[in-house]
Nanobody, 124 residues
Framework: VQLVESGGGLVQAGGSLRLSCAAS????????IGWFRQAPGKERGGVAC????????YYADSVKGRFTMTRDNAKNTVYLQMNSLEPEDTAVYYC??????????????????WGKGTLVTVSS
C-alpha cells in the first residue's frame, strides 16, 4: 500500500498550490480519502475529506471557501487545490485512506493508510 503526496513547496501569502496524492496497493474507489496537516508543535488535524460513496466533500472551517478537494478514481489520485494561502496554512500535509461503510469520519485515528507528507510553507 502506498500513498504518495506531491505538490508542496514555498509560496507567498495569497498564492495557490495544488497537492496531489497518488494511491496504490488497495481498492482506491472503496475508500474515503482525507487530507490532514500538522504544523510544528501542533497536533495533526483534518483539512478535507472526500467520500467514496458519492464524492461528498468536507472541509475544516479554517479552509472552507479556499481549498477544494477532488478525486479521480480512474487515476487513483486525489487533489487539494489551495487558494488564498495564509501563513497559518504552513504545515506538513498528509493524505490518508479510510476503509468504512460510512461517510468520512475526519478522525486521524480512523484512517487505515497514510502517506509520508509534503511540506507547504506560506511566507508572509
Amino acid at each position: 500500500v502506498q500513498l504518495v503526496e506531491s505538490g508542496g513547496g514555498l509560496v507567498q501569502a495569497g498564492g495557490s498550490l495544488r497537492l496531489s496524492c497518488a494511491a496504490s496497493g488497495f481498492t482506491f474507489r472503496d475508500h474515503n480519502i482525507g487530507w490532514f496537516r500538522q504544523a510544528p508543535g501542533k497536533e495533526r488535524g483534518g483539512v478535507a475529506c472526500i467520500s467514496f460513496i458519492d464524492g461528498s466533500t468536507y472541509y475544516a472551517d479554517s479552509v472552507k471557501g479556499r481549498f477544494t478537494m477532488t478525486r479521480d478514481n480512474a487515476k487513483n489520485t486525489v487533489y487539494l487545490q489551495m487558494n488564498s494561502l495564509e501563513p497559518e496554512d504552513t504545515a506538513v500535509y498528509y493524505c490518508a485512506a479510510e476503509y468504512t461503510i460510512y461517510y468520512c469520519s475526519g478522525s486521524p485515528g480512523g484512517m487505515n493508510y497514510w502517506g509520508k507528507g509534503t511540506l507547504v510553507t506560506v511566507s508572509s
